[in-house]
């Protein structure tokens, strides 16, 4: 089987166009091993649709499900364009997710797309959408979480797939992410489990922030954690209408205005197309 390898600020994913149906769970999980597979956070199909451009289904390393992949979508229309599933001359694409259909307006570079930006829809402030087990409606900010020994207060964000963030003055390097995060993911808060992010306030138009990904782990990169942060920033009175912001693999850009959808832009890298050998 043919595969690609593609990255959004080194979150990475494996890209295949299917040719037949298959246990798809099992091979997220092989292909994304570090040591024995190609080496990924996940794997992502390219397919088409019937109310879209193009189709995305997205599965993380554990081979579980996701709603959605901000990085992922940015280099999964790059691979379809450059494949043929969509017309090489499009501008804007649209995109069939579990969140929702997405729209992307796309940026070339000597007629490669080397990026895009992503009408990521608008954030959902409701626990009940993400869903979370918390009683009541509306905003959710400074949920007093204790896990692993430290306290936490959780301002809660569903951007089609959960987020839970966490905010520090300083030290966002030195916060035990490795064993605080796989702790909140499985929480009884969260009966889906969740993302989770630390985020630290530089300025009103930049945030620097580190996250551990629902089912895949640290990565160094996410787009929809980038899109949570925004929306949960700008709410909280944090940050302005546009923020640069600052993950371990490279910078988005993200806007919004406090209504409506959330915009994020950045790259799509195409690393190495490859062969996949069964055993």
Known sequence: MRI????????DYIYVIPSEDRDWSD???????????????????????????????????DGSEAEMCGNGIRCVVKFAIEEGLVP??????????LAGTKTLQLFREKGVVTSARVDMGPPNFDPASLPANVEGHGPIIDLPVTVGGIDLKL???SVGNPHAIHYVESGIEAFPLERIGPLV??????????????VQVVDDGHVRHRVWERGSGITLASGTSATAVCAASRLRGFTGDRIVDSLPGGDLVLEWDGNGSVF????????????????
């Open 4 to 11: 690609t390898k593609m990255h959004g600020l080194g979150n």
């Open 27 to 61: 091979l997220a999980r092989r292909v994304s091993d570090r040591h024995f597979g190609a080496g990924s956070d996940g794997l992502i199909l390219a397919l088409p649709s019937r109310v879209a451009d193009m189709r995305m289904r997205m599965f993380n390393a």
């Open 88 to 97: 090489a001359d499009r501008d804007i694409v649209t995109v069939e997710t």
């Open 155 to 157: 301002t809660l964000v």
């Open 185 to 198: 993911e499985t929480h009884p808060l969260f009966p889906r489990r969740t993302n989770f992010q630390v």
């Open 264 to 279: 994020m832009t950045g790259p799509a890298t195409r690393v190495f197309d490859a062969e996949w050998y069964e055993a």
